[in-house]
């Protein structure tokens, strides 16, 4: 009987019906214990071999783990005796060699949630015995640490950089140890001389230069770089090409660009999940997330799926962070990062998230967590920046947005988020200063949003409503915005310009029919008199309102939305917090912002 179950167990496993050989090998097993007279060494051997890869692949690891300690001892004891049984096992099925049952239960440990016990076991595999899977998987624990704490980053880029000497055509591994703070020439060199290395494959070094740019927070060179290889080879088009190429635009903060990218890639592969939550986030910043139908159908789709990614969690919290359901987000956002502790957007997400909650000590633990996994993302730092002036600690928020031009001395969101600071201070003097940052963030793109509209807020301030008027319908020429379209709507009726106003207000109600603050200016512009200027600004709540003020001739009090992008991305964040009143709030130390010329003189803002 035992012979027969056994050539049954064979039978069953060389099928791969996994399910089918457990509780026949489990039979087995039990028979031969209670009849020894029939039970061999190789035979039991044979039949733990089959019981245990068949729980690996049926995923019940802890039942699996349970076997392979013992069969790796066993073997151990046959290759002492040079038992002839154990050669012909492993021609027969490769996966039953030493090396390979190391590694399925290294990775049964990762997946029961013990990563110590996982890196444990595969050093335990001689070094000139691993696989580049075996070092990849060591590289990613070692890389990761157990949860996000404690990685052994010498050890993970020595695994890496063994993986690429093997398989120079890993982008992952690459990018990771790019990642790593390895430096992009080593890198490309260590690619160049692998031993199977790829002929005319010359695009490679510009994808890795491209990398190294992005990982070193250049991330508009970055884009510049992915761009050539999107205008210059035959690569364009490509689906990777172009998500790299947005995620470089969308880290610079060039919102529609990386919405573009995201979208036509989205229509090309529907069923890239990352990419659905990406493009919420773009759209999201942009201020039309979850009005869109296309996102609605899109979403809709994600929730079709019966099994869940990470991606598909992140995809949901996104849904639900667009419709003001903060606290389900909190909870989508918990299901991702159990499934993948280190996914970049809901770690930046869940800190937007307790912002938006008031929650703010909580959110600058969430940011200051995503920092040690993206620390080259300006969401993280920018995050930071929100949730200490909402907890009114003005020393640290000071010291955030310094630190973040020095991390990012050419960006145009670090220079424009510093001059948009100063720019809503209290003291004239500290005020003033916000120009430099404005010109020297225009400078380097002329067309980005935010920059633009702080300029203009400094021009209505200064007097010159025209020239601000000119340059805000010169931008919206090409990049029609809703929220600039108001503001232009709302500046020309205070300077008594009804009929160009209503050109404005009626094509950004052409964007967004339920504008509440383009409908207010219009109502406003019809019952408006030759003495009174109503102005529409936002309150802490994030709603319009209407202040009727003396005309000055000029904006006393700079309005948030004119930040654009960048305030549309963190309007919740700025609406709690004391962001734009900090110079005036009692609690808080006014002279904080007094020593920034001093503060930056050692600071070169070419970047040079």
């Excluded at 992952?172 to 140890?177: F, M, N, Y």
């Excluded at 424009?416 to 963030?441: I, N, Q």
Aim: with cysteine.
């Amino acid at each position: 009987m035992e012979n027969t179950l056994f050539e049954n167990v064979k039978k069953l496993y060389d099928h791969k019906l996994y399910e089918c050989v457990i509780p026949v090998a489990k039979l087995l097993t039990t028979a031969l214990k209670n009849d020894r007279n029939v039970a061999t060494l190789e035979m039991e051997y044979q039949v733990q071999l089959f019981l245990s890869n068949s729980q690996y692949k049926e995923g019940q690891h802890r039942a699996a783990l349970r076997h392979f300690d013992d069969m790796i001892h066993q073997r151990r004891m046959m290759a002492r005796h040079k038992n002839a049984c154990l050669l012909a096992i492993e021609s027969a099925y490769p996966e039953f060699a030493e090396v390979e049952l190391r590694r399925r239960a290294a990775e049964c440990y990762r997946e029961i949630g013990n990563p110590e016990m996982a890196i444990s076991t595969l050093l335990q595999v001689p070094v000139k015995s691993r696989t580049p899977r075996i070092n990849l998987m060591l590289a990613r624990l070692q890389h990761h640490g157990p949860g996000l704490g404690c990685p052994n980053k010498a050890e993970a880029m020595h695994a890496y950089r063994e993986v690429v000497r093997e398989c120079p055509m890993a982008l992952q591994v690459i990018q990771s140890l790019l990642e790593l703070k390895v430096d992009g020439n080593e890198v490309n060199s260590l690619v160049m001389h692998a031993a199977s290395v790829p002929g005319n494959f010359d695009w490679l070094s510009t994808w890795i230069k491209a990398l190294a740019q992005m990982f070193d927070c250049k991330h508009l060179d970055a884009a510049g770089t992915f761009q050539k290889l999107q205008d210059t080879t035959s690569l364009r088009g490509n689906e990777h090409l172009m998500t790299a190429l947005g995620k470089c635009l969308y880290y610079h903060g060039n919102y529609l660009q990386a919405e573009q990218l995201f979208s036509a890639t989205v229509s090309a592969n529907p069923d890239n999940v990352e990419l659905i939550g990406l493009l919420g986030v773009v759209r999201g910043q942009e201020g039309h997330g979850l009005s869109s139908p296309d996102m609605d159908r899109l979403y809709a789709q994600v929730t079709r799926e019966r099994s869940y990614s990470p991606d598909h969690w992140f995809a949901h919290a996104q849904s639900m962070y667009d419709s003001g359901k903060f606290e389900r987000g909190l909870s989508f956002v918990k299901q991702c990062l159990e499934a993948d502790p280190r996914h970049q957007e809901a770690l930046i997400l869940r800190g937007r998230l307790l912002n938006s909650l008031e929650l703010h000590k909580e959110a600058a633990e969430a940011f200051r967590m995503a920092q040690t996994v993206a620390s080259y993302r300006f969401e993280v730092y920018r995050g930071l920046y929100h949730s200490y002036l909402a907890q009114k600690r003005f020393k640290e928020a000071h010291a955030m947005c310094n630190w973040t031009l020095r991390m990012f001395p050419n960006a145009p969101r670090s220079l424009t988020m510093f001059g948009r600071t100063l720019f809503v201070s209290a003291d004239p003097m500290v005020k003033k200063t916000a120009r430099k940052f404005a010109e020297k963030s225009l400078k380097i793109d002329p067309n980005y949003t935010p920059a633009v509209a702080l300029m203009a807020d400094i021009c209505q301030f200064e007097g010159s409503p025209k020239v601000s008027i000119k340059l805000l319908e010169d931008h919206v020429s090409l990049f029609p915005q809703t929220n600039l379209f108001t503001v232009l709507g709302d500046m020309l009726r205070t300077q008594k310009e009804p009929i160009r106003a209503l050109e404005y207000y009626y094509k950004a109600l052409g964007k967004d029919p339920k504008c509440e603050r383009t409908l207010r200016g219009i109502s406003l512009l019809k019952s408006s008199n030759s003495l009174v200027i109503e102005s529409c600004v936002l309150d802490e709540g994030g709603v319009t309102k209407v202040n009727n003020q003396q005309s000055t001739g000029g904006l006393a009090t700079p309005n948030l939305e004119w930040m654009g992008g960048d305030c549309a991305e963190n309007a919740r964040e700025a609406s709690s917090s004391p962001a734009a009143r900090s110079g005036q709030d009692g609690d808080g130390d006014g002279s904080v912002w007094h020593d920034v010329d001093a503060e930056m003189s050692n600071f070169n803002y070419d970047g040079h």
